[in-house]
């Protein structure tokens, strides 16, 4: 079953993290984040979004999968977190997002 | 003895794509030693520019685009959409990486140290202007100044632009802003949460009073002197060829 969902979310006194994914039984198949952050590196956000498919669209897969993008990159990100990545990508929901 | 920057009035009014050329070969030749450090000011007329990981479809009214004449175009640098117009001013500012002004490499203290020179200049015409993190300058809660920046190809660089006489209901209508974030704000409309120096200084205000009061804004407040250049040769090659390969396609600037 695929499934198309999307989030905006806003992470606490920070900035807009918008993702849209494609989700495969479970597992993120393809992941576009957008949004109004800093990240240092820039190309970086593309390696990021590589990283993340084929990993399981739960709590503990995402966040270490965000983790180790961060400790293998060392992006730096302002405005987001690693944190506000992972809360980002669970918030995804199927209904379309309200513009 | 102070440290003199180049000061550079390089723009493209009518072509956005060729002003954001220029803003990325500045940088570029900065950071390998084939430039000093320094200051631009410059405008667009009427353009959106993105976000270099916004994604122009959710951030654009490409109607209201249509309707009023404004171009799209996307930065190398992070951070959220901004709306130019004649009455907007945009300065940039390139120093070499390890500067002593801004020894850290990280994206606050840059934004924090580099906004000062706004900072000033807008108080020494009667602002009450400060900084606010991350990345923008308020008057009384109110956004008059957005900034974004990046450490890259050697260069801590840093630009912003300075809304002193723009159209703010033009702003309002051709970026789409999610609720999401206007709630947090708790404001109810972008119009509502930023300001231009022309409203808040109640009186006709070009952008080239801002310019010339920032110049001298930034010579105090990092001691240093700004004498009048041009770009080199060099210089101007990058930003041609950066137009063709990158500023110029649609690719580039509204996907994906």
Not at chain 1, 2 to 17: H, I, R, T
Not at chain 2, 25 to 54: D, M, Y
Not at chain 2, 120 to 145: C, H, T, W, Y
Request: charged fraction near 30%.
């Amino acid at each position: 079953m695929v499934s198309v969902k999307s989030a905006d979310y806003k992470a606490p006194g920070g900035k807009l993290v918008r993702v849209r994914l494609k989700e495969e039984n479970g597992v993120i198949d393809s992941v576009r984040i957008s949004g109004d952050f800093f990240l240092v590196p820039e190309e970086d956000l593309s390696k990021l979004e590589k990283i993340l498919e084929e990993v399981p669209l739960r709590e503990a897969e995402v966040r270490l999968a965000i983790d180790r993008f961060f400790s293998a990159t060392r992006a730096q990100g302002l405005g987001v977190s690693a944190n506000d990545f992972v809360n980002a990508l669970l918030s995804a929901k199927e209904e379309a997002v309200d513009a | 003895m102070k440290e003199t920057w180049r000061l550079v009035d390089l723009e493209y009014r009518d072509d956005p794509f060729m002003n954001l050329a220029v803003e990325e070969a500045i940088p570029r030749a900065v950071g390998e030693g084939k430039a000093p450090c320094t200051v631009r000011f410059w405008h667009n007329s009427n353009t959106i520019v993105l976000g270099c990981f916004q994604s122009a479809e959710l951030e654009v009214n490409f109607e209201a685009c249509k309707e009023t004449g404004t171009q799209v175009v996307r930065r190398f640098t992070g951070g959220g959409a901004v709306y130019h117009d004649s009455g907007n001013l945009n300065y940039a500012i390139s120093l070499r990486k390890g500067h002593p002004l801004v020894p850290e490499s990280d994206l606050q203290s840059v934004f924090l140290k580099l906004s000062e020179g706004a900072v000033q200049g807008l108080r020494s015409l009667g602002m009450k202007a400060e900084f606010q993190p991350i990345n923008d300058v308020q008057v009384d809660g109110k956004k008059v100044s957005g900034a974004a920046g990046s450490i890259r190809w050697g260069t801590v660089f840093h630009h912003g632009c300075i809304l002193v006489a723009s159209d703010l209901a033009i702003l309002g209508k051709v970026l789409n802003v999610p609720k999401v974030k206007l709630a947090d704000k708790h404001v109810a409309s972008v119009q509502k949460r930023v300001t231009t120096v022309r409203e808040e200084l109640n009186r006709d205000v070009t952008t080239r009073e801002v310019r010339d009061a920032m110049v001298k804004g930034i010579e105090t407040c990092y001691s240093v002197s700004l004498e009048e250049g041009v770009l080199t040769r060099d210089e101007l090659s990058v930003s041609e060829e950066l137009y063709r390969s990158k500023y110029s396609r649609p690719e580039w600037n509204l996907e994906p």
